[in-house]
């Protein structure tokens, strides 16, 4: 398996912007398939961003247009840059990788995104 390590966390207040980072530890960052997913108090963990080793990106509905994820691969990091920050943004964030149709499939410990006045 992948260890993941994400930071950038904190809080912000509504309409600020924070800058999440999951460094991986595995020689074959370039074939994982990143994802960065997020789980409110009392909800299910859900997918908010994806990145794919052909460079496609997917987005949930209610991030389109203020997240942007990015990975760089000679430093096995991938980005969730989020902006315009709404209190429904705070949860969890959670970096993921895996390889569709394999058992690889790691998650990192989390970080804590608070949007709040």
């Known amino acids: 398996q992948v260890q993941l390590v994400e930071s950038g966390g904190g809080s912000v207040q509504p309409g600020g912007s924070l800058r999440l980072s999951c460094v991986a530890s595995?020689?074959?960052?370039?074939?994982?398939?990143m994802g960065w997913y997020r789980q409110a108090p009392g909800k299910q963990r859900e997918l908010v961003a994806r990145s794919t080793p052909d460079g496609s990106t997917d987005y949930t509905d209610s991030v389109k247009g203020r997240f942007t994820i990015s990975r760089d691969n000679a430093k096995n990091t991938v980005y969730l840059q989020m902006n315009s920050l709404k209190p429904e943004d705070t949860a969890v964030y959670y970096c993921?990788?895996?390889?569709?149709?394999?058992?690889?499939?790691?998650w990192g410990q989390g970080t804590q995104v608070t949007v709040s006045s």
């Open positions: 993921n990788a895996q390889i569709l149709t394999t058992t690889i499939n790691s």
């Open positions: 595995t020689s074959i960052f370039s074939v994982l398939t």
